[in-house]
């Protein structure tokens, strides 16, 4: 099955900085791969997800890169500000069917 | 994006009793939902996957005597912890995907629930 991890787990940076998590995944047929933010004690919202297709997307100060040959695909936050503080979880999935997820990193913004 | 929810949102319970957590989709129709369980700081791990009208399909080392899935509709999940004990004291979180009221299907984004922490005395 797919196995995905992820790295850093833990990232503290400074407001305005920019922050990068970054997750490989095992399995070539693996065709989305979805970001999710999760604050204590809430459910994981999904921020932005790309599909393989796609090498790079990006949503205002978020962006995401897929490199399929080599088969990582990183978070990128720009600009980063407190209340971007909270854990980030990586995903990839093949269309319809389970998501494997990384293990998370908790980021911490310092204002 | 789509809504899902939960109930209850936490629950306490004696060590023995059963409790049902309901996974609900609000404004579209969820043909698959998944129950996966969090502990602190840690990821998500899937426990089962649930279709509507069919068999919940449970990954390697979960017990489906212990967590019974019934799927009976298309906007309703129901978890059943059966016997609880101490050990499964967790959060517990459902999510899903199916098509959304405009008609557009989405088989690649899951929603997720607000989930439910349960504790078990």
């Known amino acids: 099955g797919e196995n995905v991890e992820q790295h850093p787990s833990t990232l503290s940076v400074q407001e305005g900085d920019s922050a990068v998590i970054k997750c490989t995944y095992s399995?070539?047929?693996?065709?989305?791969f979805p970001w999710y933010k999760q604050e204590l004690g809430k459910r994981p919202q999904l921020i932005i997800d790309?599909?393989?297709?796609?090498g790079e997307k990006k949503d205002q100060r978020i962006a995401v890169t897929l490199n399929k040959t080599a088969k990582h695909f990183s978070l990128h936050i720009t600009e980063t500000q407190p209340e971007d503080s909270a854990v980030y979880f990586c995903a990839a999935s093949l269309t319809g069917n389970q998501f494997y997820f990384g293990t998370g990193t908790s980021l911490t913004v310092i204002p | 994006g789509a809504v899902v929810s939960q109930h209850p949102s936490w629950v306490i319970c004696k060590s023995g009793t059963s409790v049902k957590i309901e996974c609900r989709s609000l404004d579209f129709q969820a043909t698959t939902m998944f129950w996966y369980r969090q502990f602190p700081k840690q990821s998500l791990m899937l426990m089962a996957t649930?279709?509507?009208?069919?068999?919940?399909?449970?990954e390697q080392g979960v017990e489906k005597d212990k967590f019974l899935i019934n799927h009976a509709s298309l906007t309703l999940s129901t978890l059943t912890v059966t016997s609880a004990h101490p050990e499964d004291s967790s959060f517990y979180i459902c999510?899903?995907?199916?098509?959304?009221?405009?008609?557009?299907?989405?088989?690649?984004?899951?929603?997720f629930g607000p989930g439910t922490r349960l504790t078990v005395l």
């Open positions: 399995d070539s047929a693996s065709n989305y």
């Open positions: 790309i599909r393989s297709n796609v």
């Open positions: 999510s899903a995907f199916g098509y959304g009221t405009s008609g557009r299907a989405s088989r690649d984004t899951q929603y």
């Open positions: 649930s279709n509507e009208g069919s068999k919940a399909t449970y």
